[in-house]
């Protein structure tokens, strides 16, 4: 079974405050559904511990658990990819607290005290939690012993190199020719370029984040800056998922469109790594949320269903559901389409019997995931929820409570051969099939 890597949980992108709740909301929909489409999550050390976003759905997603063991191919949810030098999680997360110049993410109030980091480092280190509690954030640190009581048995990968450096992005983008036509395209691709000049001259280096965020705020203007961090952080996830050995990923981005820089940025890193895939599409999606209600809403509806959801992710109908798409797509011989197509659709249906308040519908060519009963004081949902970047246009989905979570179109799943659950290897099978008909 292949895992999958969500780009949504991003340590760095949760150092936002303001944007953390948006952000979780969709990293949240995007696990959900890899877990319903049997991927376990595969995550690089930092999202294991400093991404705020995962510290919370991850302990949310193990504390409701079944405390029995079943024959689940996502039974364990996560699998952590450790870099050489690091033998167990405990150990990765203490050295990394103890790391001078390691900027954390989910603990701000400490990263710039290196006697209180030692000092958290220490507890992890010997598994001193409960002494952890009193001297730091309770709650966090109570969704951290959850997640090491998890990795100290969970499976690991070890980490490689990534295919392609970051640096290698940034230089073939600075080399790239600007159009001489004043199109909107080529002014903000000369935006970014300038921006990007602007702060290696200055000395940052790119595969340091938080640099790019510092000087870029002192040198840059708002729009670039904007920009410049979104191609930075995209083309750092590219790097991140080939350096684990995802299978699948979801590079997607929250980031609202009313910025040109920052959509030419997404432009920009989707040309790059297209070279790179060699018929391995991936996804990108966007979310848009109309109000601070409607989150709240939305985030509130998902993020307290975790044990209904593991009910299915146990049921034996479910597991066997799984098996016959993951088999579907596997198969070297026959009308491959049409398997496919069949697996898929009896699982879509399967899944839209089991879910009470998330079901399955199927709105003409496309599937969407739909929140019921959201509660009485639930009032006029109107949304754009996730959208392919590929042109795709999706409905607003309207109701009282009801409002449109994820939606995919069903027919071109195969066809594009950019569907969310299929593991890298069979997209490609199913990408030159498809080339055949």
């Not at 929250?254 to 959509?263: A, F, H």
Request: glycine share 6%; hydrophobic share 40%.
């Amino acid at each position: 079974m292949g895992t999958r890597f969500i780009e949504s949980f991003d340590s760095v992108r949760f150092v936002d405050q303001k944007e953390n709740l948006r952000r979780q909301t969709h990293a949240t929909v995007e696990l959900l559904i890899s877990l319903l489409f049997g991927e376990p999550m595969i995550l690089p050390e930092p999202y294991s511990f400093d991404s705020l976003g995962f510290l919370y759905v991850g302990s949310d997603v193990l504390t409701k658990r079944p405390p029995l063991r079943h024959d689940s191919p996502v039974w364990e949810p996560f699998v952590l990819s450790l870099r050489a030098g690091h033998v167990n999680y405990r150990q990765m997360v203490a050295d990394l607290m103890r790391k001078e110049g390691f900027i954390l993410s989910a603990w701000p109030e400490i990263t710039d005290i290196l006697q209180e980091r030692k000092a958290f480092a220490d507890f992890i280190a010997h598994g001193n939690f409960k002494e952890a509690k009193k001297r730091f954030d309770p709650e966090k640190v109570e969704r951290l012993e959850c997640l090491d009581a998890y990795f100290s048995s969970a499976p690991v990968r070890q980490a490689g190199p990534p295919k392609i450096p970051l640096d290698n992005y940034v230089n073939r983008f600075l080399q790239m020719e600007v159009q001489q036509e004043k199109t909107v395209a080529s002014v903000s691709v000369d935006s970014l370029q300038t921006g990007l000049k602007t702060l290696r001259d200055a000395g940052v280096a790119f595969t340091d984040r938080s640099e790019v965020r510092k000087k870029g705020r002192l040198l840059l203007d708002e729009e670039v800056f904007r920009g410049v961090v979104e191609f930075i952080d995209s083309c750092y996830s590219h790097v991140v998922s080939s350096s684990i050995g995802a299978e699948t990923c979801i590079f997607s981005t929250i980031e609202r469109p009313d910025s040109q820089l920052v959509t030419e940025a997404e432009a920009s890193v989707e040309y790059l790594t297209s070279t790179e895939q060699s018929g391995d599409f991936v996804d990108h999606l966007r979310l848009w949320l109309n109000s601070e209600q409607e989150l709240l809403e939305k985030f509130a509806l998902v993020t307290s269903k975790w044990d209904s959801i593991w009910a299915i992710l146990i049921d034996e109908e479910w597991r066997a559901s799984v098996a016959s798409l993951h088999g579907a797509l596997t198969v070297s011989s026959g009308d491959i389409r049409t398997q496919a197509e069949e697996a898929f659709a009896k699982h879509i249906d399967l899944l839209s019997d089991r879910l009470s308040t998330l079901v399955f519908k199927k709105q003409g060519q496309k599937i969407s995931v739909i929140g019921s009963a959201i509660g009485a004081a639930a009032g006029e949902i109107a949304t754009k929820a996730l959208e392919y970047k590929f042109g795709i246009s999706l409905p607003t989905g309207t109701g009282a409570a009801l409002g449109a979570l994820a939606s995919y179109p069903a027919t071109q799943w195969l066809e594009m051969a950019r569907d969310l659950w299929t593991a890298g290897s069979i997209r490609r099978t199913i990408w030159r099939a498809a080339e055949l008909h």
